[in-house]
């Protein structure tokens, strides 16, 4: 088994390049399956279990399916290709129900459970986030920023910050990419750190990227 973990801010391109490399997979004849973050069905968070994501048992809960997936799939001759399952419907979640100190362990844990797995991580970073976070709103327009903007006041990360509108919007992802950054400075599997966000989509996926990341491709 191999499993394959694209992370970064939103619209910094995590679908756009899982979906390349899985067409690429898919055209070498490499078994594989891509989650989307959202999947209802997903293995690692399925719908059920972002009821508790603000508990302090959740990363327990995270942990328990992530053990599941690898004694599910470890033998098998397949590669999965999650986006936003490492840090952004765990971690984020973490950060958002100011449960940010349970971070460190459950990252700690979570790698020694992967382990097994050939994990390997990529990790879309722009250079900017206040000028990301703001190319994003713009580009994805008012009535999603609105949406994310209200879903993100409500959480008590933010409400406790007294954060509204667009300082909200920038203020909590610039702090969710600062813990972020801190996650790959204690990652042990293999990762790769690619520049992010409007001006990098056409150079994000390569032949080379394929070869590093999809087995079997030469």
């Known amino acids: 088994m191999d499993l394959l973990l694209i992370e970064g801010l939103p619209g910094s391109g995590k679908s756009t390049l899982a979906k390349q490399l899985y067409d690429g997979a898919q055209v070498d004849g490499v078994g594989s399956s891509w989650y989307l973050e959202e999947s209802a069905d997903h293995p ?3 719908a059920f279990i972002k009821h508790d994501k603000y508990k302090k048992t959740f990363p327990e809960l995270c942990l328990k399916q992530w053990a599941k997936f690898v004694s599910d799939n470890k033998g098998s001759d397949h590669l999965f ?29 979570c790698q020694r459970i992967l382990a097994d797995v050939n994990p390997k991580l990529i990790y879309l970073r722009p250079s900017n986030v206040e000028s990301h976070i703001e190319w994003v709103m713009e580009h994805r327009g008012e009535k999603w920023s609105l949406k994310v903007a209200e879903y993100l006041e409500k959480t008590p990360y933010c409400f406790e910050q007294q954060w509204n509108g667009k300082e909200c919007m920038v203020s909590f992802w610039s702090n969710y990419a600062q813990l972020c950054d801190l996650l790959i400075e204690q990652t042990r599997m293999p990762y790769q750190t690619i520049n992010a966000g409007n001006g990098y989509f056409d150079s994000q996926y390569s032949e080379e990227l394929k070869r590093l990341y999809v087995p079997g491709h030469q």
Not at 83 to 91: A, C, D, I, K, P
Not at 94 to 105: C, F, I, Y
């Open 44 to 46: 690692i968070h399925p």
């Open 81 to 109: 290709i999650f986006e936003g399952s490492l840090f952004q419907s765990t971690v984020r979640f973490m950060l958002e129900g100011r449960n940010q100190k349970l971070v460190a362990d459950y990252y700690s844990e």
